[in-house]
Every structure is written in structure tokens, then in C-alpha cells.
């Protein structure tokens, strides 16, 4: 297992995600103990020592199973992250009542590592609300010492990220951010590695093969990939592009049976860093995915310029990219229900003036109406 140096811990590199354990028949709210506990046991027999969960997990259920199944082995022997759920804005004024409930379920009398949870457009306002203090009764808890390292991970856009730091990036020790080659550019995760690297905040990744679509590419991008490593399979790829991104501490994979531990455990046995022309290639290749079923927008802007509703339009068509992408998921959803009602996409009016000044020939106002089917619940 290869580690990485965090202050005065030595963390495993793969660490085990657990929002994707196995659970019985089917049923989400209900994680199989038995299985959780070989998943763990084996786990720290391969040297994962970094073990990730959260107050929403698997309907409130993981921090249980994980606390007794990790209860089973000596608690100096792993690292217990868990998180404030303030995604949801009914728990913005229950800190200190979730975090004691939280150590509760988990059997533990602290965390070795907390964040707060998806910092996003539509929690912004509340977690830096100084009346809130959400990041302060946090700090408390860390000078208790029931928080050894507190940090946040992120979904929401770059300037909500960067509005985040400005507020608390002093007390941030670490930064969990979805990162993988798709997102390099789709979402603009280069962006928040440069400023994490800047400010010399590590990093944490979620989302390393992109909700297993990274597991399976085109048959003509797996035989590129194979021709410049044919030793590799296509999902060490994506951990081996993680391998080379400056200041990654930890790669969280939700790895739900036995055969996937095995088999990413092997993989993050060896550093493997890309070269320069395999990283670009990855990237190549990302690229052509990620137009496949979208719209080739270039955030050029000329749109804007003749748009009578003011619309943000490259933002709203990179949203529906993603969405469509995802084929579904909680991302646009989120960024456009925290805009005003004006600026939403079901504000065209349809005079197509952005279309007649459109460089890709994209139907924007056809694309916006999809847009605004797609979110209806």
C-alpha cells in the first residue's frame, strides 16, 4: 500500500468510501454487517488505514455499521473521517446536536479527521453565517479534541469554493474534491487543484472513477490506452492519473465487494505515475466523452450579449452538459435552484437572438426547454 505523509499520520493513498457498501437485497437503508466487517477486516489486512463515512450514508445508516465494524479492531489502528451534513439546510443550526449523535453512532470519542460536507450554492450563505458560527463550534470541537483535523469538501462552483477559503481557509487542513481525468476540465477540478496547491491545503478525492463510468470506456479509447500500457487495466487509469496530480493525499473509492478491494488495493500497491503524452491522452479522451450527448458550447459569450433575459447561458448549457452527462445526479439540479427564478432556464423566452449570434450553431433555446424537463421532479 503506498502512503502519504499528513502532519504526524502516515495515511494509506486508497481509502475506503462508504457511501457504496453492500447492503441486503437491494434495499440501501440496509448495509450487510457481516459483509461490511470482511470488507473492513480485509481492508486493514491490505494496509487501508483511512475509512470515510457521513451522517447521510446509506440512509443514516453507515456511521453505525462502520463504527461496529471498526469497534472490532484497536482505534489507534485507522483513521475515522466523518462529516456535518450541512446539505441539508434543516441541520445548519444542529451542530453540536448531530456531531454528539455522530460520535454515538460511530462508537468512537473523536474523529481523526471532520469536514464540513458539500460546500455548495445552496449552503453557502449558512455556512459562513457568523450568527451560524458553524465553523467555529467545529474548531471548538476540535480544541476539545474531539476533531484531530478538520477540512471540506466541495461540489459547488469556483466561486462559491474560493468564497469558502476567504472565510475559513486558514483553519481548512484539508480539501475533499471530486477529481478524475472527466472532471479535470468538464468541471473545472484543475481550477480548485491549483488554488488547494497555492494555498498549500491537501488534497482528498471522491468520485475517482466518476460513479463507475470510468470503469468501461469505447472499444477505440481502451485500444489506445492498451497500446501504451497493456498491463493496466481501464479503471487504473483513473487512479493513475490521480498519481500524478500534485498535493492528492487520499483516493476515496466506494468499494461495495471483495473483488474491487482486491483489485484497487493491487493497484495503489505501485506508484505509477503518467507521463506527460499518457496524461493528455486521458484527456483527449475525456473531452470526446464528454461531448458525446451534450452541446459543444465554448463559453465563447456572444450569446449574452443579445440575450434580453440576461441570462448566464455558457453557465446553464455547461449545467445541462453535466446533467446529461450524469444522466441525472444532484449537481445542476442544486447550482440552479440556488439561482433566482430569473435566471433560471425555464427563463427563455425562445426569441433564439443568442442562436443567430451562435458560433457552434447550438439550439440554445430548444436545449434550455429540454433543460427545464429534465429538473422537473
Known sequence: MLYQEFQDKSLSMLGLGTMRLPVIDGEDGNPDLDAVCALVDRAI???????????????????????????????????????????DLANVDKV???????????????????????????????????????????????????IRHLGFSVHGAQPIFERFLDAYGEHMEFCQVQLNYLD?????????????????????????????????LSDADTSVLKQLRPEESIHGWAFRFLQSVPGVGVVLSGMSNMEQLEDNCNIFSQDKPLSQYEFDTLLQIADRMSKANGVPCT??????????????????????????????GFLAPMAVGAMEEAKRPSACVGCRSCEAVCPQQIKISETLSNFTEKLKP
Not at 473545472?188 to 463507475?212: C, F, Q
Not at 441570462?311 to 445541462?320: E, G, R, S
Open 45 to 87: 489486512e491490505l494496509g487501508v488505514n483511512y475509512f470515510d463515512t457521513a451522517w447521510g450514508y446509506h440512509n443514516g445508516q453507515s456511521e453505525i455499521v462502520m463504527g461496529k465494524a471498526l469497534a472490532r479492531h484497536p482505534r489507534e489502528s485507522f483513521y475515522l473521517a466523518s462529516k456535518f451534513p450541512g446539505y
Open 96 to 146: 453540536d446536536e448531530i456531531f454528539e449523535k455522530q460520535l454515538e453512532k460511530c462508537g468512537v470519542e473523536y474523529f481523526d479527521f471532520y469536514l464540513v460536507h458539500n460546500v455548495c450554492e445552496t449552503n453557502i450563505d449558512s455556512y459562513t453565517d457568523p450568527q451560524l458560527a458553524i465553523v467555529n463550534r467545529l474548531l471548538e470541537r476540535k480544541k476539545a479534541g474531539q
Open 184 to 216: 479535470w476540465s468538464f468541471q473545472d477540478a484543475k481550477s480548485k487543484v491549483d488554488v488547494l496547491n497555492e494555498r498549500g491545503i491537501p488534497i482528498w478525492v471522491m468520485e475517482p472513477l466518476r460513479g463507475g463510468r470510468l470503469v468501461s
Open 299 to 328: 463559453a465563447c459569450r456572444y450569446c449574452t450579449e443579445y440575450c434580453p433575459q440576461g441570462l448566464d447561458i455558457p453557465n446553464l448549457l455547461n449545467l445541462y452538459n453535466e446533467h446529461v452527462f450524469t444522466g441525472g
